[in-house]
């Protein structure tokens, strides 16, 4: 993805959350006051649960425009990773608020209450509507804050839905249960992959390979390259979640012309490039060369690809 892309790409995700954190504090305010009209206590704590939403939409939605500065004297890779601040705001919250939903509807199993069925449906109705419709402009984001928000927003309509559904069976059957049964079902699904999207999160964090990235695969293609002896010291990480780092120490075979250099330094980076890494650094060693990193020969690689 050339520059211009990145930048389109970055622009169009932090307007989809911008767009999702207005979407959801109005209706929040609507929901609130219809709660209160339809002395609805489902449509109550989904107002709370939303309103718990509108603080996570709001950091993520800043630290997503913070996270498209460049780099500078601070932050020298940029302020990518300020987007990741979000994503965790956004899981913590989610957390808490499904915890208060289940805690509210566990307890209805057994003193089970009587809902306005009618102001249900409705409510349900543009509920669907208006975070449906945020959560598609989020889904085929690839950002790891756009995810969580985007799940955020599916939580939300599939909750309409049980509503919706509950409403509707209301309407013709007292079955005072379902509204908790239904609430508690989705919160343990929604739970389920927010704790999936915490545990990428982290492993953003704590620097781990992308899944996307096949390292050995990389190291192979490289090594095969004519005049290449070893490779060590091949690391693989992500700023984000899609902005992938990748550094490495090339050991080289004989002596070589700089034009010969120029040419080798050329199809390795077209190799990495073509693994959709977007930042590397290749430090070209010499056979015999004490390896700045452990201080001993490069002369070819162990088991472990390091230097012996």
Known sequence: MNAAGTHTHEHEETSSIRLAFFLNF????FEIAGGIWTNSMAILADAIHDLGDCFALGAAWYFERVSEKAGDQYYSYGYRRFSLLGALISIVILVVGSLFILSEAIPRLFHPQVSHAPGMVVFAVFGIAV?????????????????IVAWHLLEDVLGWVAILITGIVL???????????????????????????????MSIFLQGIPGNVDLPGIELEISRIQ?????????????????????THVVL??????????CLKD?????????DIAHS??????EGESCRITGSNCRHNGENGDCI
């Not at 109005?26 to 305010?29: E, Q």
């Not at 075979?253 to 120029?262: L, N, V, W």
């Not at 650094?281 to 010499?286: A, K, Q």
């Open 253 to 262: 075979k004989g002596k070589y012309a700089m034009e010969d250099i120029a």
């Open 171 to 201: 309407l013709f059957w007292p079955i005072k249960r379902l509204d908790a049964i239904l609430s508690i079902f989705i919160t343990v699904y929604v739970l389920y992959n927010v704790l999936k999207n915490l545990k990428s999160t």
């Open 26 to 29: 109005g209706f929040t305010l």
């Open 267 to 275: 199809e390795i980076r077209r190799i990495i490039e073509k693994h």
């Open 281 to 286: 650094t290749v430090e070209l060693e010499f």
């Open 227 to 247: 005049g290449v002896e070893s490779l060590h010291h091949t690391h693989v990480w992500t700023l984000d979640g899609y902005h992938h780092i990748l550094t």
């Open 131 to 147: 975070n449906g419709a945020a959560m598609l402009r989020l889904k085929e984001k690839e950002g790891m804050n756009a995810r």
